[in-house]
């Protein structure tokens, strides 16, 4: 077998098993590894088309002690338990609609059915836990014996929000942003402050044609929305197609930096470079009157269609490469890129290469360094470019002198790798965690490598194959801080 496996469902739950550890654990790794993905790709009888439609089931490692617990269990969902009854899809998701008839889209008209499917992202949120999508519709659930406790939805204004808002220590608070389609189209930016647990609204910026944004930077003073040319088509958002296919790519619109003032809730700046496509910031900071902003970067919007499930079930998959780029961008409006959010003019930022190889899913040590200076990004990467197979090693970029390390083996496919720092020390003294689908033995494992040197320090494999998911976060016991948002 080879990555496919990492699309193919898991049929059971694991309750809490007790992994055998091959290797040593540090003795200060103490916390919870909480990981989100599809746990099956199929509706009834009808196969889902994308990756990002799979029915979320959430993957639970408890690390204690040199030893690790392994559960997973489906979310019970909306959307997921009206499969589970009717056989059928009862709800839009990513790039699958349900079929419906006249009444359907009526219906739709009237009142969007958003998904509840949470299968991108987890948050531990004041009053607990939650799993998250793009849609306002979260479901909370227990972090200990991953049982689902509901769906809620988020009082934050638009129609769809980011699975990826940023965590302020310094202020305590939780930023992000929301999507408005329809009658004001634009972006509303809420935070969330440590105390009181409702959105408090940054500020608005308004757009003709909203574009598909996934992530976004955050500075000390400043927000960057990065709004690459993949805008949607407002009526099409109200026709029988999936949500994904109302948006499409126009790159003569280039892609727009909105830098926005946390303060006033200003667009400060707006700057224009040539249109790429970006689902995932990695860090961003200020100096000298810039914003450092790094990202991965894809030429165009083709990636949304190459994770369709049908070509990544193909053995060779035709993946597009990410590569890690940096961009600086003025803090004041210079004036030529022209003001407000609707300036135009030339695109006249350009870029640096971090890492021109792929690299996806990218992290760093989000605890110490969101907002400030940092030195090492790790990520899900491929050994050839452009990728001639799914995700088949983690790699390890210094920023500042541009090397690499490397983490492979064959027949194994890593997911995220998420940092989890030592209790002191330099930026890469810590480890890093990620589950990689060994397609050999047909089951995963959970590695762990030392961050410094890349080299592995343990394993502990799993019962069963886990597919391939998207984002997680480690919650270490001793604290109640996080290793990103
Ligand atoms: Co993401």
């Not at 303060?263 to 990695?282: I, K, N, Q």
């Amino acid at each position: 077998m080879d990555h496919r496996l990492g699309f193919e469902p898991v049929r059971g739950e694991c309750a809490g098993v007790s992994l055998p550890v091959e290797g040593d654990l540090p003795n200060w790794l103490s916390g919870t590894l909480l990981r989100n993905g599809p746990g099956t790709f199929e509706a009834g009888d009808r196969r889902l088309n994308h990756w990002f439609d799979g029915f979320a089931m959430l993957r639970r490692f408890a690390i204690r002690g040199g030893r690790v617990t392994y559960a997973n269990r489906f979310l019970r969902s909306e959307a997921h338990e009206h499969v589970r009854e009717h056989g059928e899809l009862g709800f839009r998701e990513f790039a699958t609609d349900p079929d419906t008839g006249l009444v359907g889209r009526l219906e739709r008209l009237l009142a969007p059915n958003f998904t509840d499917n949470a299968c991108v992202n987890v948050e531990a949120r004041r009053d607990g836990f939650v799993a998250t999508t793009e849609s306002p519709r979260v479901v909370a659930f227990d972090p200990g014996t991953l049982a689902t406790h509901g769906t809620t939805t988020d009082s934050t204004p638009g129609a769809t929000r980011t699975v990826h808002p940023h965590h302020d220590p310094r202020r305590g608070e939780r930023v992000g942003y929301a999507t408005r389609f329809g009658r004001d189209p634009g972006y509303t930016i809420y935070r969330t402050p440590a105390v009181g647990a409702e959105p408090e609204i940054v500020g608005e910026v308004s757009v003709d044609e909203p574009a598909y944004l996934h992530s976004f930077g955050l500075t000390e003073r400043h927000v960057v929305l990065t709004e690459g040319p993949f805008v949607v088509r407002p009526l099409d958002l109200l026709r029988d197609r999936p949500v994904i296919e109302s948006f499409e790519w126009r790159p003569e619109r280039g892609t727009r930096f909105l830098v926005v003032d946390r303060a006033s809730g200003d667009v400060a700046a707006t700057h224009r470079a040539e249109p790429f496509f970006v689902f995932h910031h990695v860090n961003a900071f200020e100096t000298g009157g810039e914003i450092v902003l790094d990202l991965v970067a894809y030429p165009d919007a083709t990636v949304v269609d190459a994770l369709s499930l049908d070509n990544l079930r193909s053995p060779a998959p035709d993946l597009p490469t990410g590569a890690l780029r940096r961009y600086r961008l003025p803090i004041e409006d210079d004036g030529e890129s022209g003001g407000g959010a609707s300036g135009g003019g030339a695109p006249r930022i350009g870029f640096e290469t971090l890492y021109p190889g792929h690299i996806e899913l990218p992290t760093f040590d989000y605890e110490r360094r969101n907002t400030r200076p940092y030195r090492y990004v790790y990520g899900v990467s491929n050994r050839e470019r452009p990728p001639a197979d799914f995700q088949n090693q983690l790699v390890k970029v210094d920023v500042g002198t541009r090397t690499t390390r490397t983490w492979s083996e064959p027949d194994a496919y890593p997911g995220e790798p998420l940092f989890v720092p030592a209790p002191e020390g330099q930026e890469d003294e810590g480890v890093v965690l990620s589950v990689v689908l060994d397609a050999r033995a047909e089951r995963s494992f959970l590695v762990v490598l030392d961050a410094a040197t890349f080299a592995e320090r343990a394993r502990a494999p799993t019962p069963h194959p886990i597919p391939f998911g998207f984002h997680g976060q480690f919650y270490r016991d001793d604290e109640p801080t996080r290793s990103m948002a």
